[in-house]
Nanobody
């Protein structure tokens, strides 16, 4: 059973930076695609960034050039470096593990709050 635990959220001023971490259990982390999603109150969950098991990355248009997703398979950890933060980035950020196999379900972390405000 894969378990995901996010950390690194908090309060930051506009223009500031945060790095989120997602620590995963298990020994097969390297075969999963990993993603970061976010959800603000009253809004739909959206995909922010994704990294495949081969290292290919993709980003939502709203965060391109500001956010970077990376992974350290040896540490079973995925990161989201967030720079030039804006108030509209305020949301709960969730880590997702995707086996890219429809016969195997995804895993989700509990979420970490990011608040961008003066």
């Amino acid at each position: 059973q894969v378990q995901l635990v996010e950390s690194g959220g908090g309060l930051v001023q506009p223009g500031g930076s945060l790095r989120l971490s997602c620590a995963a259990s298990g020994s097969i982390f390297s075969i999963y695609a990993m993603g970061w999603y976010r959800q603000a109150p009253g809004k739909q969950r959206e995909l922010v960034a994704r990294i495949t098991n081969g290292g290919s990355t993709s980003y939502a248009d709203s965060v391109k050039g500001r956010f970077t997703i990376s992974r350290d398979n040896a540490k079973n950890t995925v990161y989201l470096q967030m720079n030039s933060l804006k108030p509209e980035d305020t949301a709960v950020y969730y880590c997702n593990a995707d086996p890219t196999n429809p016969r195997v379900h995804d895993y989700w972390g509990q979420g970490t709050q990011v608040t961008v405000s003066s």
